[in-house]
């Protein structure tokens, strides 16, 4: 018995199978144009999806909304004003807003897209914008670069040899320097005002916990400079942490 993941649900566009024009599975998918809004990204709830093929982006789905997160910027399709919505039977779904910003839902391009992920895209997006697909080639469906030849599912990031990490450039490294100077001189400047304000008679610690703060603050830059965020919601993410847990 087909699920809702295999079929579009009821009320889509029947009769209307289209011919199937996708990109081979070696060429990227074209997504966007992107901004700087990070739309679901930044929503509280959002589910959070790493890309199988491109450690620069990420997908995340909302309950009203979906975007790709990538060294671009963002692109973002809210699913109540959809303007087209193409439905894949092996549940890929491919979302067209009305500004023409593109992101395309591929189950096998990106970690933990359940079928009821898909289902839930199905049942927020309006039913008239919903286009049917016929099935499509193995070779049309897109895969990560470790796919088999046969269409099976590529190796998962637990099994695949991890990438040599990027080169730093010269501005990173001496940023880098940099900030262990500050977080080594603020870090110095914060103890010893500590241990002073200790014997005082009437010890003030507003200059301690400055110090103390602007350390942790270039703490965390030195952090970035020497392993950079893989992208650009990892601040979003802070403030939603509460949300993490509840997953």
Request: charged share 20%.
């Amino acid at each position: 018995m087909p699920s809702q993941h295999d079929a579009p649900r009821a009320g889509a566009t029947e009769g209307r199978a289209l011919p199937v024009d996708e990109p081979s599975p070696d060429e990227p998918i074209p997504d966007g144009p992107f901004s700087d809004e990070p739309g679901a990204a930044a929503e509280p709830g959002a589910t959070r999806h790493r890309s199988l093929r491109d450690v620069d982006q990420r997908l995340f789905l909302s309950g009203s909304a979906v975007t790709l997160a990538a060294f671009e910027g963002y692109a973002t399709v809210r699913f109540a004003d959809a303007a087209e919505v193409l439905a894949h039977p092996d549940g890929g779904r491919i979302l067209t807003g009305p500004d023409g910003v593109r992101v395309a839902v591929e189950p096998t391009l990106y970690a933990m897209l359940s079928p009821e992920r898909v289902a839930a895209i199905d049942a927020a997006v309006p039913p008239a914008a919903v286009v049917a697909t016929g099935p499509r080639e193995p070779g049309a469906i897109p895969r990560p670069p470790e796919a088999g030849a046969d269409g099976g599912p590529g190796l998962s990031s637990r099994t695949r040899t991890p990438a040599p990490p990027p080169g730093r450039s010269r501005a990173r490294t001496a940023g880098l320097y940099a900030a262990c100077v500050a977080v080594a001189a603020a870090a110095l400047l914060a103890i010893r005002t500590t241990f002073a304000q200790l014997g005082a008679a009437h010890p003030h610690y507003t200059v301690a916990a400055m110090f103390w703060v602007l350390t942790a603050g270039f703490v965390v830059v030195a952090r970035d400079l020497r392993n950079p965020p893989k992208d650009r919601t990892h601040i979003a993410r802070w403030w939603n942490l509460p949300d993490q847990f509840k997953r």
